[in-house]
């Protein structure tokens, strides 16, 4: 085992200092040749009002210092192509750059919000094919793209059901949400103006069908789900939880989070789904570490289409063009139609996979999350019992005995080159470690990383304080998160000389 486990991905290279603290006065990073035109007074013609004068503290430096400066920063980072991410919830696949370049295109790059359709017509072709295509994979009857992200998804689908109880008269106040939902329905659920209801999971992780058929009366406009939830177990009832709210007056709304583990394999709108999102950043390729860009689609059935936003996208003998005729709307959610070049990816992934190339993805997920379930179970406890699908779920019981926790481990892991899982997620489970190694994972890797935690397991047994201690050999050692939270440092100053 020992010959596979990497202590230190990457190599040794020099402390790197702020480059406010590199700075020398007089130091420039171009040189320009003398003009050879009339100089002209950037004041006199943009007016003083316009014109900054020298930003105080800035930095200066050769060119060779700030090339060397940000290189080696860049040197610094840990990104999917040096390795795997195996956040749970949150995959991190591959990004093929094939998708990269067809984004970067000219025409679509370069594209105008404000472009006339009839300038535009390659890019509503674009955003056309991905919402038929969405529309197929999902067995849903409708697809918007506008939402931003998958929250903003969550937003709009019960801004919709919501246009959809006031229309039959029979509005409703209250949304059910299980314990083993994606972490942002309730505040989603609470900024639609419902209030919320939270149903704990049976001890297989699941929704418990016959306490349901107890809370759902009158009052539930719908129950928010996510399949699989985020234990990684999918909810084998969904016909039925389905049903039951139909027959109550209720709808069912699913959180796309976690296609990953359904595309190709199974539709929600053939499972009773009234209306869900999805998050393009997460299942059709593109990263979306740092903060974005996202995209949340919703798919709806067709009682629920009437009510999508402004513009809708209708053919016409020209082509595609935007339809605002649209009196049962509630209108727009976002200023453009989507981010765009996250519409570009997606689009491209799908297209280069196909059907059966998007059916094996998601077989490769789900084989790999089980993979890896099944090396740890013997060193890790698992909580549920039920199948794992995309992710697996396991919690630090066994190692809290020696006074380590799940924080700890992962924070050992970065001493042996891996990003770590997700840490105390889902808060259903007490010390939770989250793990999704996606599709892209080949099995050297995933046997890497299985070696990686089985010796941090033995650590715990026979070094406890080498993994309480831990990281090691990363450029900051182990931090006072708690202080950090408390007080932080948002702002450089310079030391006292």
């Not at 749970?88 to 105008?112: D, F, Q, V």
């Not at 937003?155 to 509005?171: H, K, M, Q, S, T």
């Not at 090691?472 to 408390?486: F, I, L, N, P, Q």
């Amino acid at each position: 085992m020992g010959e596979r486990i990497r202590k230190v991905r990457g190599h040794v290279s020099q402390n790197e200092p702020l480059l406010f603290e590199l700075s020398s006065p007089g130091k420039k990073a171009c040189q320009l040749p003398p003009l050879d035109v009339p100089s002209v007074d950037p004041a006199a013609v943009l007016g003083p009002a316009h014109v900054r004068g020298e930003i105080e503290g800035f930095p200066e430096v050769s060119e060779v210092e700030a090339i060397r400066h940000f290189s080696r920063l860049a040197s610094w980072n840990y990104a999917i192509d040096l390795g795997m991410y195996p956040l749970g919830s949150c995959t991190m696949k591959y990004n093929p750059r094939i998708n990269e370049k067809m984004a970067a295109l000219e025409g679509l790059a370069l594209a105008h919000p404000y472009q006339p359709e009839p300038l535009a017509r390659g890019a509503l072709e674009i955003m056309a094919r991905l919402e038929a295509a969405l529309a197929e994979i999902t067995g849903m009857d409708a697809v918007s793209l506008q939402p931003a992200a998958g929250a903003h998804g969550e937003l709009l689908g019960l801004l919709l059901i919501r246009a959809c109880l006031e229309a039959r008269g029979d509005p409703r106040k209250k949304i059910l949400i299980p314990d083993s939902a994606h972490g942002t329905n309730p505040a989603t659920a609470a900024m639609a103006g419902y209030s919320v209801e939270n149903l704990r999971s049976n001890p297989r992780g699941m929704l418990d069908v016959e306490n349901l058929a107890r809370v759902v009366d009158a009052g539930v406009a719908a129950l928010m789900i996510t399949n699989p939830n985020t234990l990684g177990v999918f909810e084998e009832n969904i016909r039925r939880i389905a049903d039951l709210l139909h027959e109550r007056g209720a709808l069912l709304y699913l959180d796309g989070a976690n296609m990953n583990a359904l595309v190709g394999l199974t539709r929600p709108g053939d499972t009773g789904v009234d209306v869900m999102h999805l998050n393009l950043h997460k299942t059709f390729s593109t990263p979306h570490g740092g903060g974005g860009p996202g995209s949340g689609p919703v798919a709806v059935m067709r009682p629920l289409e009437p009510f999508l936003p402004v513009p809708r996208l209708k053919r016409t003998p020209a082509g595609w063009a935007f339809d605002y005729d649209r009196p049962r709307s509630i209108g727009r959610v976002r200023a453009f139609y989507g981010n765009f070049g996250v519409l570009v990816r997606a689009l491209a992934y799908i297209l280069a996979c196909g059907a059966d190339g998007l059916r094996q993805a998601t077989l490769d997920a789900v084989l790999n999350a089980n993979y890896v379930r099944q090396a740890l179970l013997p060193h890790y406890e698992l909580p549920h019992q039920a199948p794992s699908m995309h992710e697996c779920v396991f919690s630090d019981a066994r190692q809290a005995r020696r006074g380590v926790r799940t924080m700890d481990i992962a924070k050992r892991l970065l001493d042996y080159g891996f990003h770590p899982y997700t840490v105390s997620f889902p808060l259903i489970v007490p010390g939770a470690m989250m793990i999704e190694p996606t599709e892209s994972e080949s099995k050297r890797e995933l046997d890497l990383f299985i070696d990686a935690l089985i010796a941090i397991a033995r650590e715990t047994e026979e070094k406890p304080e080498l993994v309480l201690q831990a990281p090691h050999s990363t450029r900051t050692a182990r931090v006072d998160e708690v202080t950090a939270a408390r007080k932080p440092v948002l702002r450089w100053r310079p030391s006292p000389p």
